[in-house]
């Protein structure tokens, strides 16, 4: 009996050792770094389609960001009338388990494994006439959603009096690198420019670019801080008359957001900085098939 017990306490204990380890694992995985999106995936490359006949395509879309998504919504452009869609439109927060249906979590300790939603698309092939019926527009699924990221680098923000060491960090002209926050949107770099003088100014000079398989369509700063302190910013290329929103342009890949800071004569200390983004997101995926007529082998309408 007491070697039976001994056996159990031995098996629980390797159990909780197992699922502490596992629980660490997960903490230390730092999700709001590198990329992260929506992404939309086909299970082939290519699929064949037959004339006066139904077809279904799958498709999976995982969320792989470390932010929520709001409003996804998956719709289908078919090509030149030969294709009649049953379903064209999903609203992809029900498939994902999204609350309220329009909300899709992102990844994070409590969500390690991303969501992920297994659609199919279903429709029917009309008949083919001639390939003059064909329009240069060939299908495509056309993701769309708004998300947001954050940009939370730690800086060092002080005195500007040149050599003067005051016990705390080292302010100085720097620049930085950044593989990403964990989204398909990312501040890549900050430049640091320091204005000497006892009521001195810090620059913080940051490049956006877009970093997933998709398209911005807009951004927008929503909170900017450095500490308590706020940073007054804006973007050269921004529509608004607080320039805090840049809309993308087709072929429109990055923007520079420019942060200043009031710093005086006070003590340097690193203080950790804040900002905020919210952006739209479209991601386009050609659907690659072909149709074959019914008495001809390959009309090889759509490759």
Not at 11 to 16: A, P
Request: hydrophobic fraction near 35%; aromatic fraction near 10%.
């Amino acid at each position: 009996m007491r070697f039976r017990f001994l056996v159990v306490v031995m098996v629980l204990s390797l159990l909780l050792t197992a699922c502490d380890s596992h629980r660490v694992d997960r903490l230390d995985t730092n999700y709001r770094q590198g990329v992260g999106e929506m992404e939309l995936r086909f299970t082939d490359s290519s699929w064949t389609l037959y004339e006066e006949h139904d077809f279904t395509i799958p498709i999976v879309v995982e969320n792989t960001a470390a932010y929520e998504i709001r409003n996804p919504i998956l719709e289908l452009n078919a090509d030149g009338g030969l294709l009649d869609i049953h379903n064209p439109t999903h609203e992809l927060g029900q498939s994902l388990r999204g609350k309220e249906g329009r909300v899709v979590p992102g990844l994070g300790e409590f969500s390690p494994v991303p969501e992920r939603a297994d659609l199919f698309v279903e429709g029917f092939v009309k008949p083919i006439q001639t390939k003059q019926d064909r329009t240069p527009t060939k299908p495509s699924v056309i993701l769309t959603y708004s998300s947001h990221f954050i940009f939370e680098p730690t800086v060092c923000v002080g005195s500007t009096l040149i050599d003067i060491d005051d016990g705390g960090c080292r302010v100085e002209d720097s620049s930085n690198s950044y593989s990403g926050q964990g989204a398909p949107v990312a501040v890549t770099k900050m430049d640091t420019k320091v204005f000497a003088g006892y009521t001195g100014q810090m620059q913080f000079t940051m490049r956006v670019r877009n970093r997933g398989d998709g398209h911005i369509k807009s951004l927008s700063l929503l909170q900017s801080t450095v500490g308590s302190r706020e940073l007054d910013c804006f973007f050269p290329d921004g529509q608004t008359q607080e320039q805090n929103t840049v809309e993308f342009h087709a072929g429109k890949k990055d923007t520079t957001l420019i942060c200043m800071l009031d710093v005086g004569d006070g003590a340097s200390f690193s203080s950790p900085m804040f900002l905020k983004f919210d952006y739209g997101y479209k991601t386009v995926k050609n659907l690659k098939f072909t149709l074959l007529k019914s008495g001809v082998k390959d009309t090889s309408f759509f490759r």
